[in-house]
Nanobody, 120 residues
Framework: QVQLVESGGGLVQPGGSLRLACAASGNIVKLYDMGWYRQAPGKQRELVAAVTPTGNTNYADSAKGRCTISRDNGKNTVLLQMNALRAEDTAIYYC??????????????WGQGTQVTVSS
């Protein structure tokens, strides 16, 4: 089995910062791309940022200049530093990873989500 466990969400005032963390564990053979997605009420889930095993990154336009994604391959973790948060960033944030699992092949795995609320 594989688990993705997120942490770091919460309530923050506009203009504030949060750092989200996601740790993957289980019978992992190889971790491929890792990323963060978000889903606001009534909206579809959307990409925030993603990072390849070699550190290449991809950001949604809304995240460019405000968010930084990074990963620690030795610890199977991915971080998302979010700055200058706005009310429209309020959403449930999900970690996603493409993982090769022992005897199970390669699939997408999702975390349970962590709530980020930006409000004064």
């Amino acid at each position: 089995q594989v688990q993705l466990v997120e942490s770091g969400g919460g309530l923050v005032q506009p203009g504030g910062s949060l750092r989200l963390a996601c740790a993957a564990s289980g019978n992992i053979v190889k971790l491929y791309d890792m990323g963060w997605y978000r889903q606001a009420p009534g909206k579809q889930r959307e990409l925030v940022a993603a990072v390849t095993p070699t550190g290449n990154t991809n950001y949604a336009d809304s995240a460019k200049g405000r968010c930084t994604i990074s990963r620690d391959n030795g610890k199977n973790t991915v971080l998302l530093q979010m700055n200058a948060l706005r009310a429209e960033d309020t959403a449930i944030y999900y970690c996603k990873a493409v993982i090769s699992v022992w005897l199970r092949g390669t699939s997408d795995y999702w975390g349970q989500g962590t709530q980020v609320t930006v409000s004064s």
